[in-house]
């Protein structure tokens, strides 16, 4: 006796197809701490909030400190800034340590 399929199957879907989504999910009301889908709440709590508020910290930070960079061309320019050749030379030789131990883990 043969026993035939009676469900088809259902056709492939690529990774982060939205299409199984329901449409409330599917939502750009991007709402700090809460959203809701069919009656359902989540909450995130109040490490959300700390989290968002170092992010926003992170954010307006700086990543150069234009008047050091500033006060350095000023130095170079006047020919009063003096490369230290074996403070570099040390930097370099432990940046290459770290690499050489980050890559064999």
Known sequence: MKIEKTVKPLPPTQ???ATSRSPAAR???NKPGTAETSGTSVHLGSGSAQLRSIEGNI???PLVDVHKVAEIKQAITEGRFQVNSGVVADRLIDTVRDLITASKH
């Open 27 to 29: 939502s750009t009301d």
């Open 59 to 61: 954010a307006n930070t």
């Open 15 to 17: 990774i982060g197809e």
